[in-house]
C-alpha cells in the first residue's frame, strides 16, 4: 500500500486528542447530589458498558475517513518510458551481389545478405531503447520497415530479406534518401543512418553525393560500410546441366564514394571482408551511439480510497445511530 497524501496520516495523531477533549467536557456533571452513595448501588445494565464504546466508535470512524483522505492505492505494474535514445535507420543491399558467399563461420559458407542479416538482428537485439527502421534496396529502394519500438517484428522483416527481392541494380543515392525521409520528422536526439551494400551506385534517380548533403542539411549522421571480400569471390548460378556451380566474379566496391558520403555526414566508412569483421563494425557503431537513457518509471495504480471511506462513513453512523438512541441518554 502506498499513499496519494501521505502528510494526511499526521492527522491522525488529533482524533485522539479529540475525544479526550469530547469526553472530558462531556464529563462534567449534568446535575449534583451531595452524596452519590446511593447511586453506586443502583445495579449496572449492559447499556452503560455499551455507551462507553461510544466515543471509540466515533475515533476509529474519523480514522479511518483520515486514512480515505491520505489517498491509499495500489500499484499494478511499471512501465519504462523512452526518453533520450536514438533514432536509426538500417539501409540493407539486397541486389543479386549480395549473393556471393565470401562470408563463413567455422561451419558454413554464407553469402553476404546472410550475414549481414544475422549481424543485423544482433544489432537490433542491442538497441532496446530506440526505434529502429528498415529501407532495403537494389534497382530502387524500398522500406521494409518504418522506425518503430517492436523490434521483434523488426527482426522478422530482416529474416524474410531475400537476394534479388527489389530488381536487379544498386541505387545507393535512392536508398540513403528514402532512409532519411524516414527521419524528416524524428525529434530524437541523435538520427543515424547505417547502409551496407557491396556494390557501386548505377541505379536510382538521385545520386549519392547529393542523398549525403541532404542527410546532412538534417543532422543524419551516415555509417557506410563495404561487405565483400578483397579480390574475386565465389557467386553460386544455376547450371545449365542443373543444379549450382559457383563463378568467380571481381568485388567492386565504390569504397571513395562510400567515404565521400560518410565524411559528409560526421560519419564513418567501414571495411568488412569477413563475418568476424562484420560483426566487429556493427559493435562499433552501436558504441558511438550510445546515449545516456534515463529512462523513467511509471506505475499505474489501483485506488483503495473508496473502501476506507465506506467503513469510516459506516462506523460514525452507527455510532450517531446509538447515540440519538437509549445510550445517547444516559447520564454521565
Same mark, same amino acid.
Given at each position: 500500500?502506498?499513499?496519494?497524501?501521505p502528510?494526511?496520516?499526521?492527522l491522525? =495523531?488529533?482524533?485522539?486528542?479529540?475525544?479526550? !477533549?469530547?469526553?472530558?467536557?462531556?464529563?462534567?456533571?449534568?446535575?449534583?447530589?451531595?452524596?452519590?452513595?446511593?447511586?453506586?448501588?443502583?445495579? #449496572?445494565? !449492559?447499556?452503560?458498558?455499551a455507551?462507553?464504546?461510544?466515543?471509540?466508535?466515533?475515533?476509529?470512524?474519523?480514522?479511518?475517513? /483520515? =486514512?480515505a483522505?491520505?489517498?491509499?492505492?495500489r500499484?499494478?505494474?511499471?512501465?519504462? &518510458?523512452?526518453?533520450?535514445? @536514438?533514432?536509426? @535507420?538500417l &539501409?540493407?543491399?539486397?541486389?543479386?551481389?549480395?549473393?556471393?558467399?565470401?562470408? #563463413?563461420?567455422?561451419?558454413?559458407?554464407?553469402?553476404?545478405?546472410?550475414?549481414?542479416?544475422? /549481424?543485423?538482428?544482433?544489432?537490433?537485439?542491442?538497441?532496446?531503447?530506440?526505434?529502429?527502421?528498415l529501407v532495403v534496396?537494389?534497382?530502387?529502394?524500398?522500406?521494409?520497415?518504418?522506425?518503430?519500438?517492436?523490434?521483434?517484428?523488426?527482426? $522478422?522483416r530482416?529474416?524474410?530479406?531475400? &537476394?534479388?527481392?527489389?530488381?536487379?541494380?544498386?541505387?545507393?543515392?535512392?536508398?540513403l534518401?528514402?532512409? =532519411?525521409?524516414?527521419?524528416?520528422?524524428?525529434?530524437?536526439?541523435s538520427?543515424?543512418? =547505417?547502409?551496407?551494400? *557491396?556494390?557501386?551506385?548505377?541505379?536510382?534517380?538521385? #545520386?549519392?553525393?547529393?542523398?549525403? $548533403? %541532404?542527410?546532412? %542539411?538534417?543532422?543524419v549522421? @551516415?555509417?557506410?560500410?563495404?561487405?565483400?571480400?578483397?579480390?574475386?569471390?565465389?557467386?553460386?548460378?544455376?547450371?545449365?546441366?542443373?543444379?549450382? $556451380?559457383?563463378?568467380?566474379?571481381?568485388?567492386?566496391? *565504390?569504397?571513395?564514394?562510400?567515404?565521400r558520403?560518410?565524411?559528409?555526414?560526421?560519419?564513418?566508412?567501414?571495411?568488412?571482408?569477413?563475418?568476424?569483421?562484420? +560483426?566487429?563494425?556493427?559493435?562499433?557503431?552501436?558504441?558511438?551511439e550510445?546515449? +545516456?537513457i534515463?529512462?523513467r518509471?511509471?506505475t499505474?495504480?489501483?485506488?483503495?480510497?473508496?473502501? !476506507?471511506?465506506?467503513?469510516?462513513?459506516?462506523?460514525?453512523?452507527?455510532?450517531?445511530?446509538?447515540?440519538?438512541?437509549r445510550?445517547?441518554?444516559?447520564?454521565?
Amino acid at each position: 500500500m502506498i499513499w496519494r497524501y501521505p502528510e494526511a496520516l499526521a492527522l491522525l =495523531v488529533l482524533v485522539p486528542l479529540a475525544e479526550w !477533549w469530547r469526553c472530558r467536557r462531556a464529563a462534567r456533571p449534568a446535575l449534583h447530589f451531595s452524596d452519590t452513595k446511593l447511586l453506586a448501588r443502583l445495579p #449496572s445494565t !449492559w447499556t452503560v458498558g455499551a455507551s462507553a464504546a461510544l466515543p471509540w466508535l466515533r475515533g476509529i470512524g474519523v480514522a479511518l475517513l /483520515v =486514512v480515505a483522505l491520505a489517498g491509499p492505492r495500489r500499484g499494478l505494474s511499471d512501465s519504462a &518510458v523512452r526518453t533520450d535514445a @536514438v533514432d536509426i @535507420v538500417l &539501409v540493407m543491399d539486397v541486389s543479386p551481389s549480395m549473393a556471393a558467399e565470401d562470408f #563463413s563461420t567455422r561451419s558454413q559458407r554464407l553469402n553476404r545478405l546472410d550475414a549481414a542479416k544475422r /549481424v543485423v538482428a544482433d544489432f537490433i537485439r542491442r538497441r532496446p531503447n530506440d526505434r529502429l527502421g528498415l529501407v532495403v534496396f537494389a534497382a530502387w529502394p524500398y522500406t521494409a520497415s518504418p522506425l518503430t519500438l517492436d523490434h521483434a517484428w523488426l527482426e $522478422q522483416r530482416v529474416a524474410e530479406l531475400h &537476394v534479388g527481392m527489389v530488381g536487379d541494380g544498386t541505387a545507393i543515392g535512392s536508398a540513403l534518401g528514402s532512409a =532519411v525521409n524516414r527521419l524528416r520528422e524524428s525529434t530524437a536526439k541523435s538520427k543515424v543512418v =547505417v547502409l551496407l551494400t *557491396d556494390g557501386m551506385n548505377n541505379a536510382g534517380a538521385l #545520386s549519392p553525393d547529393d542523398a549525403a $548533403q %541532404a542527410a546532412a %542539411a538534417m543532422s543524419v549522421r @551516415v555509417y557506410t560500410i563495404g561487405a565483400g571480400t578483397r579480390g574475386m569471390a565465389p557467386v553460386p548460378v544455376r547450371s545449365p546441366f542443373g543444379g549450382v $556451380q559457383y563463378i568467380q566474379q571481381p568485388v567492386e566496391i *565504390d569504397e571513395a564514394l562510400l567515404q565521400r558520403m560518410a565524411a559528409a555526414t560526421g560519419g564513418r566508412y567501414f571495411r568488412a571482408t569477413d563475418l568476424e569483421g562484420l +560483426e566487429e563494425i556493427y559493435r562499433q557503431i552501436d558504441a558511438l551511439e550510445k546515449t +545516456e537513457i534515463e529512462a523513467r518509471q511509471y506505475t499505474r495504480f489501483e485506488e483503495r480510497f473508496a473502501p !476506507w471511506a465506506a467503513a469510516g462513513a459506516l462506523a460514525l453512523a452507527i455510532e450517531l445511530a446509538l447515540s440519538l438512541g437509549r445510550l445517547g441518554r444516559l447520564p454521565a
